[in-house]
Each structure stands twice: as structure tokens, then as C-alpha cells.
């Protein structure tokens, strides 16, 4: 299949703790995206790391990739109520986007 | 002003009955794209235009056809809808030059009954 495959499907923390989400796929990529979806809406592109990138930093975002392992993690410090949301990742390889079912991340305030 | 803004946020209709969702982006982007999310929150691709043209059509009963009049409009007709058509369907745009940057709409949640 040509989409990441996320996990854990759902995940439930305080507010103020850290989140991590772990996306997998199976092909050779360019570069891979996560998305974020708030309930009720469409998704929001949040980082992009290009396949020659290790690491990636956005206000509390952190992302990884590992190609050899095919992998990546984003991890969410501090996280806040408003983080509460399904985060998507998607690997990048010249075809439309095809994303999995995401993880669903509640952050209890 | 809304990126991508599609309409109706929300239809219900009978089985049977045609219907059209309207997608519009003001970003200048060259791609436009369908996407149908069920209810396991799966987000499946449909239809990809290029500056109108069909470039992607996936697994889609031909019941479902999208109309591109111009790169910024791409709308999605049904016909003779079916209770498993019920679902988020997703509007996105992206410029062509595979990032996978794409732009999304808020989605129209379509229900059969």
C-alpha cells in the first residue's frame, strides 16, 4: 500500500505532556508531510522533511525520518487542549497523497 | 478570504437522487483534487485535475464525475446516489510541484438515506 500507516491509533494525555505519533510506509520517498485534522474539518499541512533530512523543528513540532527503517515520529512538547486532533502522515513519491486512518490525539486539559 | 471553501457543508438526500458539490480555490494552484473520508476516517483519493485536465481517476463508479470549468473550480456530480456513498468528501488544491503540499477544503458531509 502507498500510504503511512500511523500509530498508536489513538492516544490520550494531560495537557502539558508530550505527544508522540510514529507514521510507517513502504516505498522509496521524496519527502513526507504531516497533516493535522481537526473534527469537523479538512486537514491542515503542519511540516514537511525532505527524504535527505534527519530531523526537522516547528514551534513545538519535531519531526524525524529514518528512510532506511522507512519511519517517522512527530512529537508534540507541551502539548495544549487545542492540540486535541487526528494527525495524518503521508510519504511523498510523485503520486497524489494517500494517507492512512491517522492517530486520533486527545489532550485532557 | 478561504483558500479552498467548497459547498454545501452538509446535504442530505434520498437515495436514488443526483446531487453536485462545488469546490473553489483562490490560490492559483494547478491541482485539484477529490477526496471521500468514511466513516473509519480513512481519506481516500478520488479524482486529480491539471489545469483541467483528468489526471488521476482511482477505483470510482462512474456514477461520480467531476467537471473542472476552470484550474480554480473543480465540482464533483453524483448520480443515482447510494446509501454507501454516505461520507466527508474533501476538496484540495496543490501547486504541481510535488511536495505534497496540498490545501483542503472544511468538506461537505453527504448523507443517504
Known amino acids: 500500500s502507498q500510504q503511512g500507516e500511523e500509530d498508536p491509533q489513538a492516544l490520550s494525555i494531560q495537557e502539558g505532556e508530550n505527544a508522540t505519533m510514529n507514521c510507517s510506509y513502504k516505498?522509496?520517498?521524496?519527502?513526507l508531510q504531516w497533516y493535522r485534522q481537526n473534527s469537523g474539518r479538512g486537514l491542515v499541512h503542519l511540516i514537511l522533511?525532505?527524504?535527505?533530512?534527519r530531523e526537522k523543528h516547528s514551534g513545538r513540532l519535531r519531526v524525524t525520518l529514518d528512510t532506511s527503517k522507512k519511519s517517522s515520529s512527530l512529537l508534540i512538547t507541551a502539548s495544549r487542549a487545542a492540540d486535541t486532533a487526528s494527525y495524518f502522515c503521508?510519504?511523498?513519491?510523485?503520486?497524489?497523497?494517500?494517507f492512512g486512518k491517522g492517530t486520533r490525539l486527545s489532550v485532557i486539559a | 478570504d478561504t483558500a479552498v471553501s467548497q459547498t454545501p457543508k452538509y446535504l442530505v438526500t434520498q437515495m436514488g437522487n443526483d446531487k453536485s458539490i462545488k469546490c473553489e480555490q483562490n490560490l492559483g494552484h494547478d491541482t485539484m483534487y477529490w477526496y471521500k473520508q468514511d466513516s473509519k476516517k480513512f481519506l481516500k483519493i478520488m479524482f486529480s485535475?491539471?489545469?483541467?485536465?483528468?489526471?488521476i481517476n482511482e477505483t470510482v463508479p462512474n456514477r461520480f464525475s467531476p467537471k473542472s470549468p476552470d484550474k480554480a473550480h473543480l465540482n464533483l456530480h453524483i448520480n443515482s446516489l447510494e446509501l454507501g456513498d454516505s461520507a466527508v468528501y474533501f476538496c484540495?488544491?496543490?501547486?504541481?510541484?510535488?511536495?505534497?503540499?496540498?490545501?483542503f477544503g472544511s468538506g461537505t458531509q453527504l448523507s443517504v438515506l
Open positions: 484540495a488544491s496543490s501547486q504541481n510541484r510535488g511536495d505534497g503540499k496540498l490545501f
Open positions: 503521508a510519504p511523498v513519491f510523485g503520486a497524489p497523497l494517500v
Open positions: 516505498t522509496s520517498i521524496n519527502n
Open positions: 522533511i525532505r527524504s535527505n533530512e
Open positions: 485535475y491539471n489545469n483541467k485536465e483528468l489526471i
